[in-house]
């Protein structure tokens, strides 16, 4: 059912199509409902195009993760919009891409050795690329399916511990960490500019570490605490499998992946657990 973005109300319709709605000499002829509860629009995003929608998720706006998450992408029986696969899809690839250049960029090569790719750099390039698809595709399945596992399952520790109620809708929650994980996306102007440096990385992973939690707050409807704790678990599970995955193939030494898209989510995660922490105790004390 559908819900009003402002005030989270539920709602019948979002909007009433009227007669000649099909012609385009006639106008739209749609126009949007109004919420009874709040009396504003019960979402104002039906109208906008995915530019807004898109700088409006930069933004970190409450209201168009809920257009999203609840009247937009949400499915019968918990099943996944096809954009959201095709979303997935070019977030595992983009992260098969920052992955591999970092690694190789995080330090020149000796003269005479491989660099920090060691034995995996004499391997054919296609053999180099399945090696990094499978360590994004697994680190991305860590992620995904420890937060999936704490919201939704019944043997779920904060389910027993009541600090959140089991949410019956998984694929859901894997919908909402896509969607907000989009600002992934942005590293794609290296093409363009060379800004592949350490600040550029840490305000990439702040911004989508704050996208995940938002996300799982309004989904939940759950507190920032519960999010940021769900949130942490997930990103500690990315780097567990992702260094496990390079330890079994003898790259443990390897530190560019502290900087890639396996954990640079779990730093920034720390980053901000540590700042909320020192903030609140400046108020305390003050």
């Not at 000796?110 to 595709?137: D, E, K």
Request: hydrophobic share 45%.
């Amino acid at each position: 059912m559908p819900i009003c973005i402002e005030c989270r109300h539920p709602v019948k319709t979002l909007w009433t199509q009227y007669s000649g709605a099909g012609d385009p000499s006639s106008g739209h002829n749609i126009r949007l409902t109004v919420c009874k509860n709040c009396g504003r629009f019960c979402d104002k995003y039906v109208e906008h195009d995915f530019v807004v929608l898109f700088i409006d998720l930069v933004l970190i706006k409450p209201q168009v993760y809920r257009h999203l998450l609840h009247n937009t992408l949400m499915r019968d029986h918990d099943q996944f919009d096809p954009s959201i696969l095709r979303l997935g899809t070019l977030l595992l690839l983009f992260d098969v891409y920052l992955t591999w250049a970092r690694i190789e960029k995080q330090s020149a090569p000796a003269p005479g050795s491989q660099g920090n790719l060691g034995s995996l750099a004499r391997q054919p390039i296609v053999f180099q690329y399945m090696f990094f698809l499978i360590l994004c595709t697994f680190s991305t399945l860590a992620f995904h399916l420890s937060i999936r596992f704490l919201t939704s399952s019944p043997f779920s520790p904060l389910n027993h511990l009541g600090l959140m109620r089991t949410y019956s809708r998984p694929n859901s929650v894997s919908t909402a960490l896509l969607v907000s994980s989009s600002t992934k996306l942005f590293p794609i102007l290296m093409v363009i500019w060379d800004y592949d440096v350490p600040a550029a990385a840490r305000s990439l992973g702040w911004a989508v570490v704050l996208n995940n939690v938002e996300a799982l707050k309004i989904l939940l409807d759950c507190g920032y605490p519960a999010a940021l704790l769900l949130a942490a678990a997930g990103a500690v599970s990315r780097w567990v499998v992702g260094r496990m995955i390079l330890w079994m193939v003898g790259l443990e030494g390897v530190d560019g992946v502290g900087e890639s898209g396996v954990a640079a989510d779990g730093r920034a995660l720390l980053a901000a657990v540590l700042y909320i922490r020192d903030w609140a105790s400046s108020l305390a004390v003050g």
